[in-house]
């Protein structure tokens, strides 16, 4: 099998295309530049919906991407032709084989968990920041992006069963604040309660109906925040008492709050420990169903158990 470096006008047919020649998506660095995995003797120029990559498909990020995969490859080549290229196992000066280490081998054979399965969305932000020595240079930037896809491509690889593949949003940004401009929170947020200006766990916009307002999560309370005022209108109140049909046990101490978006519009997440319930902004209830475990509905999700 060969790794190709692709552009397409049409992902789905391409990566259709390549499953039929028994090949398949690896990386997919935007909507239309990809790593594909296709076996040996399969003409990449013959493909009828994919080509070797073309300039024009690169936008800054995919640029950044494709710039680290061939320097992960130029490194790779260069530790297969070592000093030692070419010379019998046992030429002098030279340490024999290592033995397999046989709990490492066990270990590689271990079955990968469920929940690392399929396509897996990776993001990775680079920040730079002003003045000497916070600033990212290009070289540095795809290094980065480098270290993350020297791990991720072996991971492609590690189980073929599981038809791991990764998709990136990498973006490059830059904080203009100088160091040590932090304001503090009561400085920029107006009208927060006295024992709501800081500690939070979670944050969410509104939607649909509650659009242009901003809700704050803290223990069992929250504060509702409007936009346009820019100044706390609601609350605190109790979770329990403001967001309708929580089931019992997701009331308080939320680890992370978010919106859904594309199919998911119009839904919001609340995760807790090892589950999650979704939250319908237009009805303003929970959806029924809910708790769900993360690992069983999120692809590529990893969830670790307690006591590893």
């Keep these: 099998m060969f790794k190709h470096v692709l552009s397409t006008k049409d992902p789905a047919a391409a990566i259709q295309e390549w499953e039929s020649l028994g090949g398949r998506e690896l990386h997919r660095f935007s909507e239309s530049v990809f790593v594909a995995e296709l076996p040996e003797g399969v003409e990449v120029a013959a493909l009828k919906h994919s080509q070797p990559l073309q300039p024009e498909a690169l936008d800054g990020a995919s640029s950044l991407a494709v710039d680290a995969w061939r320097a992960m490859e130029d490194k790779a080549r260069r530790k297969e032709m070592g000093p030692a290229e070419g010379l019998p196992w046992d030429a002098p000066g030279y340490q024999p084989p290592r033995k397999k280490d046989a709990e490492k081998e066990k270990a590689l054979k271990v079955i990968p968990r469920r929940a690392l399965t399929g396509p897996v969305g990776i993001g990775l932000v680079i920040v730079s920041g002003p003045g000497e020595g916070l600033d990212f240079s290009s070289e540095q930037r795809s290094k980065v992006v480098q270290e993350a896809l020297e791990g991720l491509n072996f991971l492609v690889g590690a189980e073929p069963r599981a038809?791991?593949?990764f998709s990136y949003d990498i973006r490059?940004?830059?904080?203009?604040?100088?160091p040590g401009s932090v304001m503090r929170i009561t400085d920029g947020w107006n009208g927060l309660p006295a024992d709501f200006t800081g500690g939070f766990n979670a944050a969410v916009c509104g939607r649909g109906p509650f659009a242009g307002k901003g809700?704050?999560?803290?223990?069992?309370?929250?504060?509702?925040?409007?936009?346009?005022?820019?100044?706390?209108?609601?609350?605190?109140?109790?979770?329990?008492?403001?967001?309708?049909?929580?089931?019992?046990?997701?009331?308080?101490?939320?680890?992370?709050?978010?919106?859904g978006g594309g199919q998911?519009?119009?839904?919001c997440y609340f995760f807790k420990g090892d589950s999650y319930v979704r939250y319908d902004w237009q009805s303003d209830r929970v959806d029924p169903g809910y708790p769900r475990k993360i690992c069983d509905e999120w692809p590529g999700v990893l969830m670790w158990p307690a006591n590893s």
């Design 163 to 165: 038809r791991v593949s």
């Design 172 to 178: 490059p940004v830059s904080v203009s604040a100088p």
């Design 215 to 259: 809700y704050f999560f803290k223990g069992d309370s929250y504060i509702r925040y409007d936009w346009q005022s820019d100044r706390v209108d609601s609350g605190p109140r109790l979770i329990a008492d403001g967001w309708h049909g929580l089931p019992e046990g997701f009331t308080s101490d939320f680890d992370a709050i978010l919106n």
């Design 264 to 267: 998911f519009a119009g839904k």
